[in-house]
């Protein structure tokens, strides 16, 4: 079990919008950690897609936006694109115990 | 451009330690960044493992502490990994990666990733 669970999939038709949950705790981003997401296509390496709950790097295109509110965040996808169908991580940090970079556990987007 | 490439066996036998090497470049591993290595077994996650500072400083996945060593090699450019009495579950793809500096703690985002290294450990 993650500690920043995710859904495991979500889908949708070319040009609707999909939306990816990540729950937190106090420990993680309700203690203000940031989250970050990440898209995995098969074969490459994971892209920064979202740094610091809402910015995009150069060169991510404003379809992807982020949130964050409380203890969870969520990653939006608008205009889904047959290109968007990967996987995507949120990551944070997490200070029980003796502290550790957190992972979510992945959803898998479909582009139906 | 910031490229990352990481080197080492793509087998490894069980009981013994796994040695990974990331070599660096477009940018020195003495600026202010951090560098890490994640991991992703085949069909699961990722799993972070461990991130260092050039100056020594080093922060490891409490689960695998006992296991794992980090180093950085400034003549090189590099940083390695080490990973101690391997088993089966530590099959994956190893990524080098760096990330953004925060004075207390690595919290910050991973934004150049290595294409990753398919590491098993079997018999």
């Known amino acids: 079990q993650s500690v920043l669970p995710q859904p495991p999939s979500v889908s949708g038709a070319p040009g609707q919008r999909v939306t990816i949950s990540c729950s937190g705790s106090s420990s993680n981003i309700g203690a203000g950690y940031d989250v970050n997401w990440y898209q995995d296509l098969p074969g490459t390496a994971p892209r920064l897609l979202i740094y610091q709950n809402y910015n995009r790097p150069s060169g991510v295109p404003d379809r992807f936006s982020g949130s964050k509110s409380g203890t969870s965040a969520s990653l939006a996808i608008s205009g889904l694109q047959a290109e968007d169908e990967a996987d995507y991580y949120c990551q944070s940090y997490d200070n029980s115990l003796s502290g550790s970079v957190v992972f979510g556990g992945g959803t898998k987007v479909t582009v139906l | 451009q910031v490229q990352l490439q990481e080197s080492g066996p793509g087998l490894v036998q069980p009981s013994e330690t796994l040695s990974l090497t990331c070599a660096v470049s477009g940018s020195s591993i003495t600026n202010t960044y951090y560098w890490g290595w994640i991991r992703q077994p085949p069909g699961k996650g990722l799993e972070w493992i461990g991130t260092i500072y050039h100056r020594g400083t080093t922060f490891y996945n409490p689960s695998l502490k006992s296991r794992v060593t980090m180093s950085v090699d400034t003549s090189w450019n590099s940083f390695s990994l080490k990973l101690a009495s391997v088993t089966a579950a530590d099959t994956a793809v190893y990524f080098c990666?760096?990330?953004?500096?925060?004075?207390?703690?690595?919290?910050?985002?991973?934004?150049?990733w290595g294409q990753g290294t398919m590491v098993t450990v079997s018999s």
């Open positions: 990666a760096r990330s953004t500096y925060y004075y207390d703690k690595p919290r910050g985002a991973f934004d150049f």
